[in-house]
């Protein structure tokens, strides 16, 4: 049984924060007693190389020159499913296809509780995420957006079907890969399931100062993933809700009465309400500023 993890790293070296919080994510890993190969797509990223034959990791490494990407884009996940896929469908005998960020830790009982579904193809999920921030844990309940370990058992029918129905999707830096990631599952046919009850996965707030990365930025980004998303979308007949609902439409695609435990019911409970009134008092805001504004031109 073996698993294929896809995943890109940062820049090494810039931050010694990020450097370190990779640096947990792929030991969490290689703690943990299963086959595990890495599929690596990199985009000229500074010394991952040298961090990868340091961490002595199994993986298949190839790298995408920025050159290669449309003006001022930095990477793509779409380009690293590509590789994934192909990587998953040609040298065989993998079990998962599993995509996940670089700054989580991983439970050491992962693939202990996979291994006790009993469904041939399905995909698995951990939501929500454990935050830790300034090196302490926050509680384990709050609905944190992100979806950040996404685990695939698809046989080599369903990755090669995999393959055929992202021929129609793009993706170019931040933004999107929850939403595009549960849409697909639902374009082959998979079962989803929640493992949360089951673990916690601990989620790093990422040293976002030491790149480029504000927050305009990755609005601008995301909106222009949604492009792309729609097309998806429309091309496999799927809702484009999963585009414009945000989380309030992917957590009820991911919702399953099997798997609930009182801290996910928590964070459902608190979810709907607390960002649906939060929404609602911000829109509100906006239509009186441009009611005040129209009026005192």
Known sequence: MKALWLVSFRPIGKSKVNDYYQSQFVDSIKSINFDVTFSLTQFD?????DFVKKKNI???????SKKDLPPKKKYSNKLM????????????????????????????????????????????????NTHITNGKIKNNF?????IDLIIFKISKEKSIKFKEIIKTYDQYDWGINENFYIAASEALGLKRLNLFKYMNVFKFDNDFGAFTENRDWQIKSWKE????????????????????????????????????????LLSYMIFYPYNLIKKIISETKKIFINFYNKNNK
């Not at 199994?58 to 995408?64: G, R």
């Not at 202990?112 to 698995?124: D, G, P, T």
């Not at 709050?142 to 992100?146: K, L, N």
């Open 225 to 264: 993933n949604q492009g792309y998303f729609l097309n998806f979308l429309r091309s496999n007949n799927l809702s484009t809700w999963y585009a414009y609902g945000s989380y309030y439409y992917l957590l009820m695609k991911i919702f399953n009465f099997k798997d609930l435990n009182l801290r996910l």
């Open 45 to 49: 990223e500074e010394n991952v190389k």
């Open 58 to 64: 199994k993986n298949i490494y190839i790298n995408i």
């Open 142 to 146: 709050w609905p944190h957006y992100g």
């Open 81 to 128: 499913l590509d590789n994934a896929l192909n990587q998953y469908i040609d040298h065989g005998n993998f079990e998962y296809l599993i995509y996940s960020t670089a700054d989580i830790i991983v439970p050491n009982h992962l693939f202990k509780i996979l291994s006790k579904i009993n469904y041939e193809n399905y995909c698995a999920l951990v939501y929500p």
